[in-house]
């Protein structure tokens, strides 16, 4: 509650709080809210703003702000999937890493190594090819390719007290593991987490919204955000700003998950953990050196 409140006294904080909890009641109420179904065709299609239809119909006549209250529960809901799974699949044996030996220590440290390596693309890809075209599951198998960024924030927490005085002391005392690091480490630890699952909420909803783009991860005619916004570019010629709508959405729910993460660390002091980046950016900046 402390840092709730330092927060709310934080501009950003506010307005980064403010713009998600709009997101969220979005995808709680948006299909209730729908003023028509969003899966219903008519023949009025590409249709302008009206009355009728606030901001138009799509190529097969139903209406578009009922498809994206509709949609926004899809690419929130696959957010939130990569994020949560990037933070159980990675704190918890960062956290607990530098606790139990050094074959543990290593066997992490080379696994996590080993998922940097992946592209989430690509490997989210092959996994629909294998299991099916779901979103869910695209979602938790890229939630442990992000995983080593939390891996690394636990662990680094965890080094920095690992051989403090009151830790030894438990230790002499007879503490287990696991009470060691619910009384110490997470102390510690959660501030940076924080910091980095904000940041991942912002990383998965760019990966959802690809996916969607694509045509990967759902079945039409479900509606999402980046499926809406491939729909609208293939029709330009009739309503030019259409796409702004989706495309908006989109990057106003990543910039608020960043500028919350920003806040975070201010209020807290807690250290900025490197967001996972695309491959490509990370290979470009590793050819400038």
């Known amino acids: 509650m402390t840092v709730l409140r330092r927060l709310l006294r934080l501009r950003t904080g506010?307005?980064?709080l403010a713009l998600l909890a709009v997101i969220a009641l979005l995808a709680v109420l948006g299909?209730?809210?729908?003023?028509?179904?969003?899966?219903?065709t008519s023949p009025d299609a590409l249709a302008g703003i009206s009355g009728a239809h606030p901001l138009g119909?799509?190529?097969l006549g139903r209406d578009v702000l009922s498809r994206l209250l509709d949609g926004s529960r899809v690419s929130v809901v696959g957010a939130l999937e990569v994020a949560l799974t990037a933070l159980v699949v990675g704190a918890v044996p960062g956290l607990l890493s530098v606790h139990l030996g050094r074959v543990f220590e290593w066997f992490t440290l080379r696994l996590a190594d080993t998922l940097v390596a992946l592209p989430f693309l690509l490997f989210a890809v092959a996994v629909i090819a294998?299991?099916?075209n779901g979103l869910t599951q695209a979602m938790l198998v890229t939630g442990v390719l992000v995983s080593p960024l939390f891996y690394r924030v636990a662990r680094a927490a965890t080094l920095g007290i690992a051989r403090s005085p009151y830790v030894e002391a438990a230790q002499l005392a007879g503490a287990s593991t696991g009470w060691i690091v619910r009384r110490h480490v997470l102390a510690k630890a959660l501030p940076p987490l924080a910091v980095a699952l904000a940041q991942t909420v912002g990383t998965g909803f760019v990966i959802v919204s690809s996916l969607t783009f694509l045509g990967i991860g759902v079945e039409p005619p479900q509606a999402?955000?980046?499926g809406l916004l491939a729909t609208d570019l293939g029709f330009l010629a009739q309503r030019p700003w259409a796409p702004l709508v989706p495309a908006l959405l989109i990057t106003l729910t990543v910039w608020a998950c960043n500028l919350l993460a920003d806040a975070v660390?201010?209020?807290?002091?807690?250290?900025a953990p490197d967001a996972p980046r695309p491959r490509s950016a990370q290979a470009s900046a590793g050819g400038t050196r």
């Open 265 to 271: 660390r201010d209020v807290s002091g807690a250290p």
């Open 14 to 16: 506010r307005l980064a």
């Open 31 to 40: 299909p209730l809210l729908a003023p028509r179904d969003p899966l219903a």
């Open 224 to 226: 999402t955000w980046g």
């Open 57 to 59: 119909t799509d190529n």
């Open 130 to 132: 294998l299991l099916g």
